[in-house]
Every structure is written in C-alpha cells, then in structure tokens.
T-cell receptor, first 111, second 114 residues
Framework: DGGITQSPKYLFRKEGQNVTLSCEQN?????MYWYRQDPGQGLRLIYY???????QKGDIAEGYSVSREKKESFPLTVTSAQKNPTAFYLC??????????FGSGTRLTVV | AQSVTQLDSQVPVFEEAPVELRCNYS??????LFWYVQYPNQGLQLLLK??????LVESINGFEAEFNKSQTSFHLRKPSVHISDTAEYFC????????????FGKGTKLSVIP
C-alpha cells in the first residue's frame, strides 16, 4: 500500500544537539511539507518542497533545515538554534490539486 | 491569499446527539475544501473533500459537509455522534496561488460525552 512514513515515532534530544526526523513517501507525490503542532496552536508550516532539489521556508523556519535530494524523501533537521523544539512534527505529501496525505507524526522532546 | 476560521475551539456533545463544527473561509478565487480528523498522537486523516460538483459531500462514517459559496462556509455535521468520534477536526482550504498549498484552521476539539 502507498503511504507516507515518519520515523521515529518518539525522539529525545539533549540541549545543543541536532536531530533529524525522517519522512518517506511512496505515493509519487511531487510536493512535501513539514508542520509543527503545539497544543492550541493548530498546524504551523516549517518548510515545503514542490520539486526535487528545491524547497521554501514556511512561517516558522528558523532553527530548522531540510533537504530534498530524492522525490520520496524530505528529512527535517532540528538544529540547536531552535530554542523550543519540543512539539509534535507532521510530514505531508500532495499531488497537484488534491489534499494532503499525512504521516503519523514524530513527537520530539528535549531532555 | 486564503484564510480559514474555525469558530469553535472546543465542542462538547452528548452521545447520539447531532453536532455541527463550523468553518468559514476567505479567498478571492475558486477553492477546494477539506475536513481532516486527528486522533491523539496520530497524524491527520482526510475525512471528506469538496473539489467540484455536488455541494454536499459525505464521508463513510456518517459525517457530511456542505459547500456554501455565498456564505463562504463548509460546516461539518453529523446527525448522531458516537464516543469514537472524539477527536480534533481541522478544516482546510486550497486555491491556486502558484501551488495548491493548503491553509488550515486552528482546529475544533470534539468531545463526545457518554
């Protein structure tokens, strides 16, 4: 079955560390997105990519970085510059003119 | 640019009662509309969508939504809710602006009371 896979489901980060969240899709979708979700704040867009080797900042890109070397993969790195990284992170993909397909999320906690 | 307003952040309702979750949008061009459902610690799942055609769209689990262009609304309804409907619901709008990126509302938490 086609779908979008996020890993790991839970991730713990020490202060000052960079961590990378994985997002892989086998839906042949061109566009991919990363969102951050905090209680009561809905979904906030971090980065998005419409095609391979191209990506754009969303509303809250500071402290995050991405790459899009393959159509199937869109990893998100949470850098030490992100001062409050504890949140639920969601990856999504989209084919033109349709809705998003979401992964099951990664919960990141700073310890 | 488009925007979405979900008018209620929380909606408590008794089991087997009807429910309406409200969603209004703004856009200067034609839109696509979506409702997503999120259960705790999970991703969002597509519940139903309006792309074109009939303004009344239905999901497989009894929810329906009606696209009302004059009132710029896409309210979600269910005539009789079940405990398992307890979740957070997100309305989203998409319109051509260089891409079909979705804009989400802030979500409505539906709590079904036994």
């Amino acid at each position: 079955d086609g779908g979008i896979t996020q890993s790991p489901k839970y991730l713990f980060r020490k202060e000052g560390q960079n961590v990378t969240l994985s997002c892989e899709q086998n839906l042949n979708h061109d566009a991919m997105y990363w969102y951050r979700q905090d209680p009561g704040q809905g979904l906030r867009l971090i980065y998005y990519s419409q095609i391979v080797n191209d990506f754009q900042k969303g509303d809250i890109a500071e402290g995050y970085s991405v790459s899009r070397e393959k159509k199937e993969s869109f990893p998100l790195t949470v850098t030490s510059a992100q001062k409050n990284p504890t949140a639920f992170y969601l990856c999504a993909s989209q084919t033109t003119g349709n809705g998003y397909t979401f992964g099951s999320g990664t919960r990141l906690t700073v310890v | 640019a488009q925007s979405v307003t979900q008018l209620d952040s929380q909606v408590p309702v008794f089991e087997e009662a009807p429910v309406e979750l409200r969603c209004n949008y703004s856009s200067s061009v034609s839109v696509y509309l979506f409702w997503y459902v999120q259960y705790p610690n999970q991703g969002l799942q597509l519940l139903l969508k309006y792309l074109s055609g009939s303004t009344l769209v239905e999901s497989i689990n009894g929810f329906e939504a009606e696209f009302n262009k004059s009132q710029t609304s896409f309210h979600l309804r269910k005539p009789s809710v079940h405990i398992s409907d307890t979740a957070e619901y997100f309305c989203a709008v998409s319109a051509w602006a260089g891409s079909y990126q979705l804009t989400f509302g802030k979500g409505t938490k539906l709590s079904v009371i036994p």
